[in-house]
């Protein structure tokens, strides 16, 4: 089935005329809401939780004029019109642009990399970003991006897909959740420099559970279900072909929360990246607490005071968990080939693969001779030594980087750490952190040497 | 003349069910937390903080409240649905096109993405406010398990509508299990396990065999998802729920500064 143009827009018209409306309606709701708070100003003294804030009133009036924005948006959207969307829609430069970036093989190398920078950006510039005027704009732009980016068909048939729904629903709720969190730890972290004791602290009354938990808890209850029940109104349940065993589709993907998983297949084999890996994961989770010696940070946000286990988590749930299944999810098609977000799926899309083991490079690139190969009429015990001999240099790497580095660790960055752990505490926690480490390391090799496996011993199915 | 509601609450009926009159003073407010089934899940006084919804984000609440919801939408969908070659397709077919419940499937799948969702979100918060630390580190680890069987749950859902959204799906997660190492038949380490040069570990005993009974994503598959997903996996998380609960309070409740 394939639209025209036209076809999309007037597709897509009805959605985007609502989400301008909605955008309209939270900023009129903050509006009003700032403008109350500045009323509220000429009446009470200030205070130091609500302390005096001159310009309520320009902030109700920058959110008022974003209403009206978004309210003359709204109709240009449902009009569904080519000419009446241009404003809203996405330029074609940028679509060209973006294609342009990713296209080529570089394609992950540049997601992973703005990722990785952008999320770094956010927590150097932690202080200015939870502003709330830059929480806000920012909040309302990543709207308005979403929103544009719909015009776009290719864009939305995937975002569209109602299975990927939850997985934009998570983008933004993440986003919220971290600006929520990171906001009160910056406020904690900047109380604490004062000598004070975190916000969460001042409120030490104690309240009865009825009402104001249970209320609490009903009115969550009632808006979860209305959630849910204009979610299934709106949006129908996917349902495809009857299963056929003989039909494998192209990408095939595993649910979507698995899709990081997936992703790492690109670079470790299954029994590593699919059984190896989550179980570490599972068992790195369950060991935080044993692991995590740092008394501060018990109970409030912060960040200054535990920033090693907080960059750690978020390195290995923000950026290793949930950005690779945005990538599994929206940018990879068929073949598990790699698309820009504003690209066609092309079944025919061929990327060239010339990944080399490390092997190779040692004993054809470096030395400069075939590498040692068992004679055919040798026993097994001979070809696994053959075999051993071959790999030899990535077994000794390996070895190294989970031997040697501990120690390593131990005796310098780490010292406090190894201190305060004790031997078997200290090695668990390097190991873990080591193996984490190995998904962006083997990443960065295969982008930058095409290297394919440390260790390659394909007749044990035993590739790393 | 006692009006309506007032013959209602002195009648025997009433005064067997609720043993306190309404929770309108502070004695009844404490009351009706210690005495109603319900409600007892809660302590009677919580420090105003604790229950601060920028502090909590009510996601832990949320995800037991959607795990009610799965759980009475699943058994209502477990009417109209029979987990076999024949029928399993049909069956959604029909909850999608005819039958006037069929929103409730809507309800359910939605529910589960929300469920993986507000399950990641509430381990979130609770990993940035440490709230892992002593003395709450065994329930964190209590919360890891549910976080897996959470997953789980869905896993072995996904396969129910046996469309190729499904089974392909699931094809692709459980090809992993084959990959194990020793215990798959493609994972490294599984041809050391033989005797007298017979390979123990086969495509038809191994761990994806043990998964999916089968060797590959078939009826056996659909019966053993269908049981997983309906009666083992929820018995599991209510068990571990109820642990999850139960330590909480019992590790001093929400968390909060020292």
Known sequence: MHLSHEEFLQS???????????????????????????????????????????????????????????????????????????????????????????????????????????????????????????????????????????????????????????????????????????????????????????????????????????????????????????????????????????????????????????????????????????????????????????????????????????????????????????????????????????????????????????????????????????????????????AIWRELPGILLLLGYFTLLPPILA????????????????????????????????????????LKYIIALPEYLANF | MPSLSEHIKNSQIWKSIFRHPMPVDRRNRIVVVLTNFFLHLHPVSVKKQGIALSYTWCMGGVTFFLFLVEAVTGVLLMFYYRPTLEWAFKDILELRDVSSMGILREIHRWGAHAMVITVWLHMYRVFLTGSYKPPREFNWVVGVILLLLTLLLSFTGYLLPWDQLAIWAISVGSNMAKAHPFLGSAGPGSSLLSVGGINLITSASDARYGLLGARFVGEETLNRFYILHCIAIPLAVSLLLAIHFWRVRKDGGISGPL
Not at chain 1, 361 to 372: N, S, T
Request: charged share 15%; aromatic share 16%.
């Open chain 1, 12 to 386: 897509v018209s009805g959605f985007l005329g609502m989400f301008y409306l909605a955008l309209g309606l939270m900023n009129g709701v903050a509006a009003y809401y700032l403008w109350q708070l500045a009323e509220a100003q000429h009446h009470h003294a200030p205070t130091a939780e609500h302390p005096q804030d001159s310009h309520l009133g320009n902030k109700s009036f920058g959110c008022l004029f974003l209403a009206v924005v978004f309210s003359i948006m709204s109709p240009l959207a449902f009009s569904g019109s080519a000419t009446m969307m241009a404003p809203i829609s996405l330029p074609q430069f940028m679509v060209d642009g973006v294609n342009y970036l990713f296209a080529g093989s570089l394609g992950p190398v540049l997601y992973s990399t703005l990722s990785v920078g952008l999320l770094a950006v956010l927590f150097l510039g932690r202080r200015f970003f939870v502003r709330p005027v830059v929480a806000w704009i920012v909040w309302n732009c990543m709207l308005v991006l979403l929103a544009v980016c719909m015009t776009n068909p290719n864009f939305a048939s995937i975002v569209m897909k109602p299975d990927n729904v939850p997985i934009v629903a998570m983008v933004y709720l993440l986003a919220f959740f971290t600006w929520l969190a990171t906001a009160q730890a910056v406020k904690n972290d900047d109380r604490a420099k004062d000598g004070l004791p975190p916000l969460e602290k001042l409120d030490d009354e104690k309240i009865l559970v009825w009402p104001d938990l249970v209320y609490t808890e009903l009115i969550c209850m009632v808006a979860i279900t209305a959630v849910l029940i204009l979610w299934a109104v709106v949006l129908k349940a996917p349902l495809e072909e009857p299963a056929d065993a003989a039909k494998t589709p192209n990408p095939s993907k595993a649910p979507w929360y698995f899709l990081g998983l997936q992703e790492m297949l690109v670079y470790y084999d299954p029994w590593f990246a699919g059984v190896v890996a989550p179980l570490v994961i599972v068992g790195g989770l369950m060991a935080i607490p044993y692991l995590d010696f740092n008394k501060l940070g018990n109970g409030y946000y912060t960040i200054d005071q535990r920033k090693f286990a907080y960059v750690t988590f978020q390195f290995g749930f923000l950026v290793l968990w949930v950005t690779f299944i945005i990538l599994g999810t929206f940018l990879r098609g068929p073949n598990w080939n790699f698309f820009g977000p504003f690209e066609q799926w092309d079944v025919h899309k061929v990327v060239p693969l010339n990944n080399v083991d490390l092997s190779e490079f040692f004993w054809v690139q470096w030395l400069g001779m075939p590498k040692p190969k068992a004679p055919p009429d040798v026993g097994a015990g001979a070809a696994l030594g053959f």
């Open chain 1, 411 to 450: 005796t310098t960055v780490f010292r406090k750490f190894f201190q305060k752990m004790g031997l078997i505490r200290f090695m668990i926690l390097a190991s873990l952190l080591l193996l984490m480490a190995l998904f962006p390391i083997k990443m960065v090799l295969r982008w930058s040497f095409n």
